[in-house]
């Protein structure tokens, strides 16, 4: 058995809106899961070796619960466009580049290695219509630590000239991609990337995959008023546009919807009564003005939902810019509505990006005993204060001022990682 034992000002997000703290903790993980956090050291513990981080912060890692990897070198740009534009004009020819696997091979090992950098452990990813670049992305991301879910996207309409398929290749594509998925901590998830680029045909022949191999599922829904118009015009027999998918086998507790931003009561309703997660992916919302999405009211609900950064909708990989994103999003729909509802604190933000999705992969909140550590260590000593803070001022402020380089050491599944 391998012990491990880790040393600091223990920060874990154990509820929705209250973090507990053990100053000069220690977290105990074996075989990478943890074991125990504890203000006192057992003795039984004597002759291990403690890797003592002083009076550095160490918070659970972030998990990214959508993010589209062949985005990756366009982030940072074209953002003055709305969605569809964006999508056509920008997104796609960008993706298409992704069927040459030597530049899919040094782009997702630059991305694994920055989401390693900014805390990031855990991913559910897009990746593009291409099966061996979404290889490449799976084992760059096992390389470097990450774990997760990844799907090769599935798109046979509206993909212009260079990123579509054909329904039966799309299908042959994606069987044999998973039979060639061999890594442990890195999943296939199905995609199909959102109604508008799948044919019925392609959506039935998705969701029985799903259903016969018990693979989970991820795609966009009701993210901006024009593409859920579209989404209409294309299935004239369903009232919401989450029933494009439920039809067709692909609605279910293991199902992730990015955005949700225009997801009225109803659509809210049959999320909650399937347990389908939602994505709220702030900074992409506000770059493609898509909107502010009912976050408070979806937490009310009781539904499922976490946070995504949408690069290259959204600008930054920063789970800690993302976690912001979210709380500013929240305030500014809090604004617009004259106080009702109510905003995000940042425990409650944080919560969502790291505690919420862990029970995606059926792990408990904070540093619970038997989840896996997934750990990152923040110094802040080299930043100015006026007076002695308290452990939950110095979290706040390492949220708030997102500084990439405050990441002194990551732990992921166990391992030291950065
Ligand atoms: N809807 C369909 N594809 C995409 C995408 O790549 N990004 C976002 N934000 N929405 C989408
Ligand atoms: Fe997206």
Same mark, same amino acid.
């Given at each position: 058995m391998n012990r491990l034992i880790i040393k600091g000002n223990i920060i874990s997000a154990d509820s929705f809106n209250n973090i507990s703290i053990y100053e000069n903790g220690y977290i105990v993980a074996e075989d990478g899961v943890i074991r125990e956090v504890t203000g006192k050291l057992d003795r039984k513990y004597g002759s291990d070796t403690v890797t003592d981080y002083k009076d550095a912060l160490i918070m659970q890692s972030f998990t990214d619960m959508h993010l589209h990897a062949p985005q990756y070198p366009m982030?940072?740009?074209?953002?003055?466009?709305?969605l569809l534009e964006w999508l056509n004009t920008y997104t796609f020819p960008t993706e298409? +580049?992704?069927?040459?696997e030597g530049f899919a091979r040094s782009a997702y090992s630059m991305l694994a290695k920055e989401l390693i950098r900014n805390g990031t452990t855990r991913v559910v990813m897009f990746s593009s219509i291409h099966r061996k670049a979404t290889l490449i992305l799976m084992e760059e991301l096992d390389k470097a630590g990450i774990t997760g879910y990844v799907g090769k996207v599935n798109m046979d309409?509206?993909?212009?000239?260079d990123l579509e398929e054909e329904t039966g290749e799309s299908i042959r594509e994606t069987l044999k991609w998973l039979d060639e998925c061999k890594w442990e901590n890195i999943k296939p998830i199905i995609t199909p990337r959102f109604t508008p680029s799948c044919t019925n045909e392609l959506m039935q022949a998705l969701g029985k995959i799903a259903e016969e191999r018990n693979l989970p599922i991820q795609s966009h829904l009701s993210e901006n008023v024009s593409e859920q118009e579209w989404v209409s015009s294309l299935h004239p027999?369903?009232?919401? +546009?989450y029933m494009t998918y439920e039809k067709y086998g692909l609605w279910n507790g293991r199902t992730v919807m990015a955005h949700c931003v225009w997801s009225d009561e109803e659509e809210r309703k049959a999320m909650k009564e399937s347990g389908v997660w939602a994505v709220h992916c702030p900074s992409s919302n506000i770059n493609l003005t898509s909107g502010y999405a009912p976050v408070k009211e979806m937490i009310r609900e009781g539904m499922n939902i976490a946070l995504g950064s949408d690069i290259a909708g959204g600008d930054s990989l920063s789970m800690f810019s993302n976690t912001v994103s979210a709380i500013k999003s929240s305030k500014a729909r809090h604004m617009m509505l004259e106080g009702k509802p109510d905003f995000l604190t940042v425990e409650e933000a944080f919560y969502l990006a790291s505690s919420a999705p862990a029970a995606f992969f059926g792990e408990k909140p904070?540093?619970?005993?038997?989840?896996p550590l997934n750990a990152i260590v923040l110094t802040d000593s080299s930043l100015p204060s006026v007076r002695r803070l308290s452990v939950k001022e110095r979290f706040e402020r390492s949220i708030y001022r997102r500084e990439p380089h405050a990441v002194k050491a990551v732990y992921s599944n166990g391992k030291k990682v950065l």
């Open positions: 982030l940072g740009m074209g953002l003055d466009m709305s298409a +580049y992704f069927r040459d309409r509206n993909g212009g000239r027999d369903c009232s919401h +546009y904070g540093f619970a005993a038997g989840n």
